[in-house]
């Protein structure tokens, strides 16, 4: 499977984006989504996640802001980030849990990232 980012950009401070994990080169439909992000100089820190039931999970300093959400028809997950503040600025990647897509390896569940993209907030 391959997983890519999207959405990212500059947006000033109380601004709005949508970010797009996009899974692509498999027949599964992914499990669980989870978005990370990495300031710089700073370690990567969980944002967001759902799992395969729709359950949502955030990190406190973005709860109520983002909103997590899946397309399993596409095969997607989107972050939608409202009331963006400044220290928002980070590096936003995905990470996708999704089972094999062959007869001998549907069992085994694998991880993958995407490359990531910025998100930058200005003040």
């Known amino acids: 499977a391959q997983v890519v980012e999207s959405g990212g950009g500059l947006v000033q401070a109380g601004g709005s984006l949508q970010l797009t994990c996009a899974v692509s080169?498999?027949?599964?439909?992914?499990?669980?989504v989870d978005w990370y992000r990495q300031a710089p100089g700073r370690e990567r820190e969980f944002v967001a996640g759902?799992?395969?039931?729709?359950?949502?999970n955030y990190a406190f300093p973005v709860k109520d802001r983002f909103t997590i959400s899946r397309d399993n028809a596409n095969n997607a997950a989107y972050l939608n980030m409202n009331t963006l503040k400044p220290e928002d600025t980070a590096v936003y990647y995905c990470?996708?849990?999704?089972?094999?897509?062959?007869?001998?390896?549907?069992?085994?569940?694998?991880?993958?990232w995407g490359q990531g993209t910025q998100v930058t907030v200005s003040s």
């Open positions: 990470n996708v849990a999704i089972y094999g897509d062959t007869s001998e390896n549907r069992d085994t569940m694998y991880r993958y």
């Open positions: 080169e498999t027949t599964v439909t992914f499990n669980a």
């Open positions: 759902i799992n395969n039931g729709g359950d949502t």
